[in-house]
């Protein structure tokens, strides 16, 4: 009889043992996904604010090599009104260029507001748009 309550004192320190263990583990995974899903934007410098003084200019390898083309827009004396437009069209990724009114899709002729909200298919989604920033004369866009 003694050596079953002991057996099972055993066992019961055991399964404590192990789930106690394993609860640093269960945290520290908790952590990582946390820390995965709210990732600190890095911005990267794509071009100066003289830049935007005739209109929505392209910038290509914007954060490097073979990185997206952007369109940057707006007016350099308000920082709400900066655009960062993905070039890639999202129907199937062709640059689309700027036609002095909207952006319009060399491969199949879907067009985008200058807000790169879509005006025409076949693309179903508007342009990718970044977030943006001036700082000390440097257009900064968020690399994600
Ligand atoms: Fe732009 Fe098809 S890739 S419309």
């Known amino acids: ?45 794509v071009a100066t604010v003289e830049d935007l003084a005739d209109g929505p200019f392209k ?16 007016d350099p004396e308000d920082e709400d009104s900066l655009l960062a437009l993905d070039a890639a069209c999202p129907h199937a990724g062709c640059d689309v260029n700027w036609r002095g009114e909207n952006y319009v899709c060399p491969c199949h002729g879907s067009a985008f507001a200058a807000d790169g909200s879509r005006t025409r298919g076949p693309a179903n989604a508007d342009l990718t748009s970044y977030e943006v920033k001036i700082e000390d004369g440097a257009i900064l866009v968020a690399k994600t």
């Open 59 to 74: 910038v290509e390898n914007a954060f490097g090599d073979n990185t997206p083309t952007l369109w940057l827009s707006g």
């Open 1 to 45: 009889m003694q050596n079953n309550r002991r057996g099972f004192l055993r066992w019961l320190a055991l399964g404590f043992g192990s789930v106690a263990g394993l609860l640093p583990a269960f945290t520290q995974r908790r952590s990582a996904r946390v820390i995965a899903q709210t990732p600190e934007a890095e911005f990267i410098k």
